[in-house]
């Protein structure tokens, strides 16, 4: 099985799938971010399909092309499962049809409460007691997708976003790999059925 990793950040989700020795071939950013660095440094192929190349970040992004060049990109590398590690782009249809329930993604909320890109702000400003992070398969609609993996994490006294959501990220560095690893070992003797 080969795994390709989407990243935009700093990548420190990305280090924790590569330390648990997951199938990673391919590591693709839309941005210039440190978790290329930490792709090239781990052996794996770093991959920059710039966003500024297809329009940029306003109104003029051209979100179908990204996202057909993304299905490309990772179509060529023989990708099977594609895990989205703070991936700062919404990909349209294209990569949703080459690869159906085989895009996963980490979200710090308990989905579905707090979708969107400012999860972890908008739990401490409704003054939850406790969040969390899920892991779900990623469809068309953003953080809507089925769920695989939830864990909370309760909200301290004090906390701000960052000491949040650092604390998020310490579970997520966790239950991600091994939901990874779960899906790997669902999806293998599907594969060999098919190949067969
Ligand atoms: C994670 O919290 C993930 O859920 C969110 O972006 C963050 C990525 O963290 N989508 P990092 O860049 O790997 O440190």
Known sequence: MRVGVLVSGTGTILQALL?????????LADRPCRG???????????????RQDFGGFGSGFDRVGYSRAVTAALLDAGIDLVVMAGFGTVLAESVHEAY????????????????GWHAVEEALAAGVDVTGCTVH????EMDAGPVIAQEAVPVRPGDDAGSLHERIKEVERRIYPETIQRVLAELEPRQEKEAG
């Open 19 to 27: 330390d648990e020795k997951l199938p990673i071939v391919l590591v």
């Open 100 to 115: 159906p329930m085989r895009i996963l993604n980490t979200h710090p909320a308990l989905l579905p409460a707090f979708p």
């Open 137 to 140: 398969y990623a469809t068309l």
């Open 36 to 50: 290329l660095e930490i792709a090239a440094e781990a052996g794996v192929t770093p991959v920059l399909l710039d």
